[in-house]
C-alpha cells in the first residue's frame, strides 16, 4: 500500500512562513507529478502547486512568488516552502499525485489526510 502524510502545518502570523512536507511510504515504484492543493473552510479544493518529474513547477496566481514546491525523490517526499503568508493562505493543505506501486501496472491518484495552516492577521 501506499500512503502520503503532510506534516509541518500550524499557526503562524501573517507575514510569517511555514515549510510543508509530504512524505510517502510504501512499495513505490516512481512517482509522477505531485501537486499541493488546500481547502478553505466553506471553499472547494484549489491546486496550489504542481511539480513534474522533471522539476516543472507551476503554482496558482495567488501564491505565485511566495510558494515554492519541491520534491525530493530519493527520500519520496513533496515539500511546499510558504513564505510571505496572508490569512487567505489558511486552509487545509493536501499532498496527492500519481503513484506507482512495485509490481503494479499501472498509476494510482493518492491523497494525503491534510495538515492545518492558520495565518493570523
Known amino acids: 500500500q501506499v500512503q502520503l502524510v503532510e506534516s509541518g502545518g500550524g499557526l503562524v502570523q501573517a507575514g510569517g512562513s511555514l515549510r510543508l512536507s509530504c512524505v510517502v511510504s510504501g512499495s513505490i515504484f516512481s512517482m509522477n507529478d505531485m501537486n499541493w492543493h488546500r481547502q478553505a473552510p466553506g471553499q472547494q479544493r484549489e491546486l496550489v502547486a504542481r511539480i513534474t518529474t522533471d522539476g516543472r513547477t507551476n503554482y496558482v496566481d495567488s501564491v505565485k512568488g511566495r510558494f515554492t514546491i519541491s520534491r525530493d525523490n530519493a527520500k519520496n517526499t513533496v515539500y511546499l516552502q510558504m513564505n510571505s503568508l496572508k490569512p487567505e493562505d489558511t486552509a487545509v493543505y493536501y499532498c496527492?499525485?500519481?503513484?506507482?506501486?512495485?509490481?503494479?501496472?499501472?498509476?494510482?491518484?493518492?491523497w494525503g489526510q491534510g495538515t492545518q495552516v492558520t495565518v493570523s492577521s
Open positions: 496527492n499525485g500519481d503513484i506507482r506501486r512495485r509490481g503494479a501496472v499501472g498509476w494510482t491518484d493518492y
